[in-house]
């Protein structure tokens, strides 16, 4: 299966995050896409390429925390924090100051020296 298909798929149907994220696993295997991804992804795709409106399950919040952790978890539980910052989702910006601020109150992040690190 591939993207092309699944946006084709999507653009014929007013499918939920859960609905795609659930029929689509293969595909979000391959292309190594997290739900929250997913949940972007389908939020990037133009109101007028869909038949009909879409349902709130595509208005998405980005949730940088758990963009943080996914990252994390693919690195290998730590990236230097100005990598991490290259790293965000389109159209996030923040400062290191911001992601150390989150990571202390965050209880799966910590900051060593310059790397941010994934807590077990």
Sequence with gaps: ?????????????TQGLESVWQDYQVCWREVGFTKTQVGLWLA???????????NPDY?????IAAHLVSLLQQAGGRMPLALVLKKLPAGITT??????????QHAQLDIKGPLLILVN
């Design 1 to 13: 299966m591939n993207i092309e298909k699944v946006l084709a798929d999507v653009q014929q149907s």
């Design 44 to 54: 990037s795709i133009p109101m007028s390429t869909l038949q009909q409106p879409r």
């Design 59 to 63: 208005v998405v919040t980005p949730d």
């Design 95 to 104: 400062s290191e100051q911001q992601i150390r601020k989150l990571a202390q």
